[in-house]
């Protein structure tokens, strides 16, 4: 996956302890890498995101860092990073929405058995 070499590889290995069946979707392993936000609403305010108390920082960190790489090497995440800064997204909010797709990928990945493809490009019918 583009991001994600051998340092980075061997640390998601680490802070999962290798195992990642433990995680029954991607939104638990995004909730224990602290990437997914979790409401803190009380009385009449709803919609109020902030990251959670307890996560793990060195797999945060994994995601995070591929984020950033991958903003620079692979087409598609510049393109969703980019597409988040057209929303009025601040840097660390962009780069935190693209690490969370990534963890929706890699989940998918591991689940499936499958290396990353890229998507091919979808060119309009005559």
Do not use: W
């Amino acid at each position: 996956m583009p991001g994600i070499g051998p340092l980075l590889g061997a640390e998601l290995l680490a802070a999962t302890g290798g195992n990642l069946s433990r995680f029954t979707s991607a939104d638990h392993l995004a909730a224990f890498a602290g990437v997914a936000p979790v409401p803190r609403d009380s009385g009449n305010v709803s919609g109020n995101l902030h990251r959670p108390r307890r996560y793990h920082r060195g797999l945060q960190r994994v995601f995070y860092t591929s984020a950033q790489i991958s903003i620079r090497s692979c087409p598609e995440s510049q393109h969703f990073y980019e597409r988040k800064r057209a929303e009025k997204k601040q840097h660390k909010q962009a780069v935190l929405a693209l690490a969370r797709r990534r963890v929706n990928v890699l989940f998918a990945m591991i689940r499936d058995g499958q290396c990353y493809q890229a998507p091919t490009p979808v060119t309009a019918a005559a």
